[in-house]
């Protein structure tokens, strides 16, 4: 689980409510036809854009922001750097037989040990971060384009309760409970945006690009592998994916 994800998400809940309760009752921010207009117009919205294959995953999406760890490059390295002195010890082939737990990780251990040439493993591997990137970054834009559909249709929901209000100036007591109301909408486009929708993108996109990171690690490690090289230089070469204050503490002390 994304511990900071939650504690973000509980966090902003706590304060706009709080901030609220602290002034008046929550009661009067419950304003049904106000949710009705931003919620509905923004599922129509999503629905409109992305076919409906995308739209029944979104729950999906948004709990991959919660539920998803994030990838562990420096225990990838290691992995790879058994796997490399198992091959240097015994043969490439005796990869087949290594316990192996990421499915891609078992993958390039597979073409390896099944002799492939290296630029077929390379084209096999990329396409299948291509791939992964390309499912990610629909995910993502799906978030986003709710974010901005929420303050739209928050403004849309003020502009239909000010034409509304505007059709009953005859009663100055209405004025203000009217213009309350109308303002509704654009409170509940602006959470939709700034706490449900634009903020887990971000999380998604930083989440894609921490594993594509990892599966690069793969790809060179294992592409060293074939090649033979020594699993000491096959680690030094992967630590360059890594921040100098990240890389193995064998390096920090020399």
Do not use: C
Not at 6 to 24: E, F, P, Q, R
Not at 44 to 70: D, H, Q
């Amino acid at each position: 689980m994304d511990i900071s994800t939650v504690a973000g998400l509980v966090l902003a809940t706590i304060a706009i409510i709080g901030s609220i309760v602290y002034g008046s009752p929550l009661t009067i921010f419950i304003d049904i036809p106000s949710m009705f207009v931003v919620l509905g117009g923004v599922t129509a919205a999503t629905m409109i854009k992305w076919p409906m294959e995308y739209v029944k995953g979104l729950i999906t999406i948004f709990m991959k922001s919660i539920f998803n760890s994030s990838p562990d490059p420096k225990g990838m390295i290691e992995e790879i750097q058994k796997l490399a002195e198992t091959a240097r010890r015994e043969s490439v082939f005796a990869l087949e037989k290594v316990p192996v737990e990421d499915k891609f990780l078992k993958k390039a251990v597979t073409l390896a040990a099944d002799n492939r040439p290296p630029e077929v493993i390379t084209s096999i591997l990329s396409l299948e971060i291509a791939a992964m990137e390309d499912r990610h970054s629909k995910g993502v834009e799906i978030l986003e384009g709710m974010g901005a559909d929420g303050p739209a249709f928050g403004m849309i929901g003020t502009l239909i309760g000010l034409v509304q209000m505007l059709q009953n100036m005859s009663d100055p007591s209405s004025i203000g409970p009217a213009m309350a109301v109308a303002l509704l909408t654009t409170f509940y486009g602006s959470v939709i945006a700034n706490v449900f929708t634009i903020p887990v993108a971000s999380k998604l996109k930083m989440r894609s690009k921490q594993e594509s990171t990892k599966m690069n690690i793969i790809v060179a490690g294992v592409l060293g592998i074939v090649a033979g090289e020594n699993p000491r230089v096959i680690r030094e070469k992967l630590d360059s994916f890594l921040s100098p204050k990240d890389r193995l503490v064998e390096d920090k002390k020399e």
